[in-house]
């Protein structure tokens, strides 16, 4: 390999010394930045605040934090309750509820109207 703007030859002891070299360094800077955003992750959690996207359905994110939003919730609580009581998985609640008109409030997130078996629970 050879890198003309930074003038790295790879065939030569000073180039593949240099590409170890650079190649060592951007392992450290990798793993500093996987350790920061796991503190922050780490110290969010700790204020109890929602540190991962999008709010699960049936939440909305208010200033950080997890409020239940009772128009989503109540697809959720028909959802717990069929799989409490019956015997049905994931896709006979899915068909349960396309059946009876359930649909998922579209979100910023997502343009599928139906709720799928991939909706976690």
Known sequence: MICVEDGIDSSRDAGKLMIS???????????????????????????????????????????????????EAETIRVIYDQYTATDMGANGIAKYLENHGIHKVQRQNGKIRCLTPILSV
């Open 21 to 71: 070299v650079l190649s060592a360094v951007a392992e450290i800077k990798r793993e500093n930045i996987r350790v920061q955003t796991m503190e922050r992750r780490i110290q969010k959690a700790r204020e109890g605040k929602w540190n991962s996207g999008f709010a699960p359905y049936g939440y909305q994110l208010t200033d950080g934090q997890l409020q239940i939003n009772e128009e």
